[in-house]
């Protein structure tokens, strides 16, 4: 899969949006949530992960939701997106 733009994400610790791409997806350990509650052929996946800033003067890491609507017959993302997760 080459580099897509999901969508963006604020930084938790500097402010501001950076793009998360679909190279920053820790792939191997997107689990698989079953069938969707909307429309049962295709599935619900999920992950959480750790996705580093982009600005340079900034470089922390932030805690991100990937959540994607997967069709398992052809494998392919109907729908996908990035949220971040607020720190306390």
């Known amino acids: 899969m080459g580099k897509q733009l999901i969508n963006q994400v604020k930084c938790q610790h500097?402010?501001?949006m950076f793009d998360v791409n679909t190279e920053d997806i820790e792939w191997e350990h997107v689990a698989d949530m079953g069938e969707n509650e909307m429309y049962a052929?295709?599935?619900?996946?999920?992950?959480?992960?750790?996705?580093?800033?982009?600005h340079k003067d900034c470089r922390k890491?932030?805690?991100?939701?990937?959540?994607?609507?997967?069709?398992?017959?052809?494998?392919?993302?109907?729908r996908q997106e990035v949220i971040e997760i607020p720190t306390k």
Do not use: M
Request: glycine share 8%.
């Open 41 to 54: 052929p295709l599935h619900d996946k999920g992950l959480i992960q750790k996705v580093q800033c982009a």
């Open 14 to 16: 500097c402010g501001r």
């Open 61 to 78: 890491d932030n805690s991100i939701v990937y959540k994607a609507l997967e069709d398992p017959n052809t494998g392919s993302i109907v």
